[in-house]
């Protein structure tokens, strides 16, 4: 169990650095081809939304120089980046991945959001086979961790999310959302449900914009909104009392000169908008002009800290059942561990036990049935008595920090050969 993590997020890094380290989703599955080819890494995940970058490995010997595969793979000086960076290993790599996918660790925690994001990192992931094994069985569990999380506690009811803090924010603005006009630039899933809340809370209507026309058009439809192609964005966006983007520009799409032009149409009349895009969509300008009011995502994290109390007390059931869970998972992959050796011991005495049992059949001459059962059940008897003490100490060994040493005791006192020496030439058959 070699696991490495390595990330910045919300808590660690602020969104001018989140942003230089946002991948694509395009480009995710050359990003995990890379990691997954990079020293030390037998597999590998990256998990990017709008408020984490991680990166998760199974690695050799645990060793695997992240930081470096970060730094090079951004082209980021260590002064840019290491100040902002966390580093976990094994067991609390594995505490992480677990409070991460609970939504433990977000910024407005019980939202469940990031169990969706944790789920498709992982299908491009296995897509791309940068994970097939011990990373596998991880991530599957930290997704059974979460629904236990999310069933046996509170921590996820009553939930503020993203999208009923910009319906807060929007009241205080505007005082009332009734009559108002939502324009959504993006299609994504957190401005569709930001969109819900505020016509939920007496919004008017919506337009869609997205590069995309016809997701544009079915994201539209849900709401009897108006879908816009994407080239009118700039004639149309001043229709919008409040502008929730969400794009994966890699750069600002709206700048001063954009929120001028739009005051100047609206005859002063406020705009607000949400920037939940990481890279940000709002150059920080534009929230210098009277008028217009610009919220990021770091914003939102300020306008929700207030409700993270309510939670502490589910939060901490929380954390005991995370707790619970590291433990468990530990022992099972150690146990895992030593199964290859107990099979090993066992079909090698099989092996030994069978050969014994042809070398004397001949002087034996021909037998009854109860001759050729007593046999049997003497010889097996021998056997499972030679294997009880090595098996039941590599059982208990398999939950302690000396299993690795008793496996390799175990393997030398009964010679039993290793699978990749047999692949690769090494010493054929077990002496008896």
């Known amino acids: 169990m070699n696991f490495?993590?390595?990330?910045?997020?919300?808590?660690?890094?602020?969104?001018?650095?989140?942003?230089?380290?946002?991948?694509?989703?395009?480009?995710?599955?050359?990003?995990?081809?890379?990691?997954?080819?990079?020293?030390?890494?037998?597999?590998?995940?990256?998990?990017?939304?709008?408020?984490?970058?991680?990166?998760?490995?199974?690695?050799?010997?645990?060793?695997?120089?992240?930081?470096?595969?970060?730094?090079?793979?951004?082209?980021?000086?260590?002064?840019?980046?290491?100040?902002?960076?966390?580093e976990f290993r094994e067991q609390e790599a594995i505490r992480h991945v677990f409070r991460v996918t609970s939504s433990l660790d977000s910024m407005v925690v019980g939202e469940p959001q990031i169990l969706g994001q944790v789920k498709e990192a992982y299908a491009t992931a296995r897509a791309v086979g940068a994970v097939h094994s011990q990373l596998d069985q991880l991530l599957t569990r930290a997704f059974a961790v979460a629904k236990r999380v999310r069933t046996e506690t509170a921590v996820g009811s009553s939930s503020v999310s993203v999208a009923s803090v910009a319906v807060e924010l929007a009241k205080k603005i505007f005082g009332s959302l009734h009559g108002k006009h939502v324009y959504l630039v993006g299609a994504g899933k957190m401005s569709e449900l930001a969109a819900r809340h505020l016509l939920a809370h007496g919004a008017a209507s919506i337009f869609v914009a997205n590069r995309t026309y016809d997701r544009a058009i079915g994201l539209a439809q849900k709401f009897n909104g108006q879908a816009i192609e994407f080239s009118r964005l700039y004639d149309t966006c001043d229709r919008g009392d409040i502008v929730i983007t969400s794009t994966g520009a890699p750069h600002a799409i709206f700048r001063r000169e954009h929120g001028e032009l739009f005051l100047s149409r609206r005859k002063n009349r406020p705009m607000f908008f949400i920037d939940i895009a990481v890279p940000r969509d709002v150059d920080p300008e534009m929230n210098k002009l009277d008028g217009i009011f610009v919220y990021d995502i770091d914003d939102l994290q300020q306008a929700v800290s207030e409700h993270v109390a309510d939670r502490k007390k589910e939060a901490a059931r929380a954390e005991a059942i995370i707790s619970d869970e590291v433990s468990r998972f530990q022992a099972r992959l150690q146990t895992l561990d030593v199964v290859p050796t107990i099979v090993s011991l066992q079909d090698h005495l099989e092996t030994i036990r069978q050969a014994e049992i042809d070398r004397v059949r001949g002087r034996l001459g021909p037998l009854s049935p109860e001759q050729e059962l007593a046999i049997e059940t003497l010889t097996r008897g021998i056997v499972n008595k030679i294997m009880h003490t090595p098996i039941s100490t590599l059982k208990t060994a398999a939950r302690e920090s000396e299993a690795t040493t008793v496996v390799d005791i175990v393997r030398r006192l009964f010679n039993l050969q290793d699978k990749k020496a047999a692949k690769s030439g090494g010493d054929s058959g077990a002496q008896s």
């Open 4 to 86: 490495q993590l390595i990330g910045v997020n919300h808590n660690s890094a602020p969104v001018e650095v989140r942003e230089r380290l946002a991948i694509p989703e395009s480009r995710l599955p050359e990003a995990l081809k890379r990691l997954a080819q990079h020293p030390g890494v037998d597999e590998g995940l990256i998990l990017c939304t709008c408020n984490r970058v991680e990166l998760v490995a199974q690695t050799r010997n645990g060793s695997a120089d992240l930081r470096g595969f970060v730094r090079d793979y951004f082209h980021l000086e260590p002064a840019e980046l290491d100040p902002h960076l966390y």
